[in-house]
Nanobody, 130 residues
Framework: QVQLVESGGGLVQTGGSLRLHCAAA????????MGWFRQAPGKERDAVAV????????WYTDSVTGRFSISRDNAQNTVSLLMDGLKPEDTAVYYC???????????????????????WGQGTQVTVSS
């Protein structure tokens, strides 16, 4: 059984930083695309950052490029999201997700759709005050 457990959310002022962690069990993160998504109240869940199993240059949505950084620790089987320069519009529930494996993705693009991901964490709240 696959489990993804997020931690590290909280309340921070504008311009502050947070680091989110995702611990995986029942799945080897080094063999999968791993992504962070977020969902603000009344909005759809959207991809924020995706790390390739090949550990190359990650994908980021435009609004967080230069502020957020996704990383993985294959030895610990974890994925992290460092968020700097936080803005009130970053307020959302953040979800860790495990996507296609090495053998199941044959496109030259990153998986960024909800339907591309099979396993999800429970989410962690990030609130940025103005």
């Amino acid at each position: 059984q696959v489990q993804l457990v997020e931690s590290g959310g909280g309340l921070v002022q504008t311009g502050g930083s947070l680091r989110l962690h995702c611990a995986a069990a029942g799945l080897t993160v080094s063999r999968h695309f791993m992504g962070w998504f977020r969902q603000a109240p009344g909005k759809e869940r959207d991809a924020v950052a995706v790390s390739s199993w090949a550990n190359g240059v990650p994908w980021y949505t435009d609004s967080v490029t230069g502020r957020f950084s996704i990383s993985r620790d294959n030895a610990q089987n974890t994925v992290s999201l460092l968020m700097d320069g936080l803005k009130p519009e970053d307020t959302a529930v953040y979800y860790c997700a495990a996507g296609p494996s090495i053998t199941n993705w044959h496109l030259p693009t990153f998986p960024t759709l909800i339907d591309d991901y099979d396993h999800w964490g429970q989410g962690t709240q990030v609130t940025v005050s103005s």
